[in-house]
């Protein structure tokens, strides 16, 4: 299974710090997404990032890769309350990705 | 419609009746997904349709579940004589083509069995 685990499962922080959460898959890939989810409803594609590339930024969002480990991690910087969710990693080598359980992140204003 | 669209967004059902869920993807995607996500778990797999090809219905549990896609568009789930364990949120997702690993999922039905 190319299954994505991420950790830790739950992660509470206070506004303004960064959080990080990390992605560990099994076998080789073509990429690893990383999704947000709110309130258990979809899912929002945050960041793709391919087996080529070690690291990506979007916005507030760092993400990087080492496909020696097998390994990811999302570094959301100075973070908001509105960043409350579940984040999911995705890792992609066929046509169907395979998401973990999630981290649930809780931003405290 | 601009992004996925999922109906009804929450369905309460007694054990024993047959269910239908829809996903209206996004228009032009050819990927269309059906997964299942149960409280506080990742999500699981169930179904994948691609264009005319014929779907992957690996992650199906069992024979009560069955999918179609019709006219390469709106797909429905149906789930025959539901059990409690089937109560779960199912999320639809789509894809194009050419970007194939970058879903765009649907708010999601939230199915209860009581």
């Known amino acids: 299974s190319q299954q994505g685990e991420e950790d830790p499962q739950a992660l509470s922080i206070q506004e303004g710090e960064n959080a990080t959460m990390n992605c560990s898959y099994k076998?080789?890939?073509?990429?690893l997404q990383w999704y947000r989810q709110n309130s258990g409803r979809g899912l929002v594609h945050l960041i793709l990032?391919?087996?080529?590339?070690r690291e990506k930024h979007s916005g507030r969002l760092r993400v990087t890769l080492d496909t020696s480990k097998k390994s990811s991690s999302l570094l959301i910087t100075a973070s908001r309350a509105a960043d409350t969710a579940s984040y999911f990693c995705?890792?992609?080598?066929?046509?169907?990705?395979?998401f973990g359980r999630g981290t649930s992140l809780i931003v405290h204003p | 419609g601009a992004g996925v669209s999922q109906s009804p967004s929450n369905k309460v059902t007694e054990k024993g009746k047959d269910v239908e869920l829809r996903c209206d993807p996004i228009?032009?995607?050819?990927?269309l997904y059906w997964y299942r996500q149960s409280l506080g778990q990742g999500l699981e797999f169930l179904i994948y349709f691609q264009g005319n090809s014929a779907p992957d219905k690996s992650g199906l549990p069992s024979d009560r579940f069955s999918a179609e896609r019709t006219g390469g568009s709106v797909s429905t789930l149906t789930i025959q004589r539901t059990q409690q364990e089937d109560s779960a949120v199912y999320l639809c997702a789509s894809s194009s083509r050419a970007r194939v690993d970058e879903q765009f999922f649907g708010p999601g039905t939230r199915l209860t069995v009581l």
């Open positions: 995705a890792a992609g080598g066929s046509y169907i990705p395979t």
């Open positions: 076998t080789s890939i073509n990429n």
């Open positions: 228009s032009g995607h050819t990927a």
């Open positions: 990032i391919r087996s080529n590339e």
